[in-house]
């Protein structure tokens, strides 16, 4: 049984800055991605930013430059420390933890985060 549990969402004004944390427990393997994703209302999920376990990291685009992630392997968390944030960040973010080797996928609870103009 794997669990994720995120925290740091929050009402933020543009401009300002926040830090979501990701803890994960259970059967957790090394090899294995861990990520955030996000969802704003009426739209679907979309890629926010994942890490791998040796520190190579992948953002979309449109946060590239504003968001970094990060990860420690001893406490199995995953950061994301997310700047210059703008109205159009608003939006449910999610942890994800990709278990490459059994192929098996993982989901927190979701972590809203709003951005006020």
């Known amino acids: 049984q794997v669990q994720l549990v995120e925290s740091g969402g929050g009402l933020v004004q543009a401009g300002g800055s926040l830090r979501l944390s990701c803890a994960a427990s259970?059967?957790?393997?090394?090899?294995?991605?861990m990520g955030w994703y996000r969802q704003a209302p009426g739209k679907q999920r979309e890629l926010v930013a994942v890490i791998a376990g040796d520190g190579r990291a992948n953002y979309a685009d449109s946060m590239k430059g504003r968001f970094t992630i990060s990860r420690d392997n001893a406490k199995n968390t995953v950061y994301l420390q997310m700047n210059s944030l703008r109205p159009e960040d608003t939006a449910i973010y999610y942890c994800?933890?990709?278990?490459?080797?059994?192929?098996?996928?993982?989901w927190g609870q979701g972590t809203q985060v709003t951005v006020s103009s």
């Open positions: 259970g059967s957790i393997f090394s090899i294995n991605v």
């Open positions: 994800n933890l990709n278990l490459v080797t059994l192929g098996r996928t993982y």
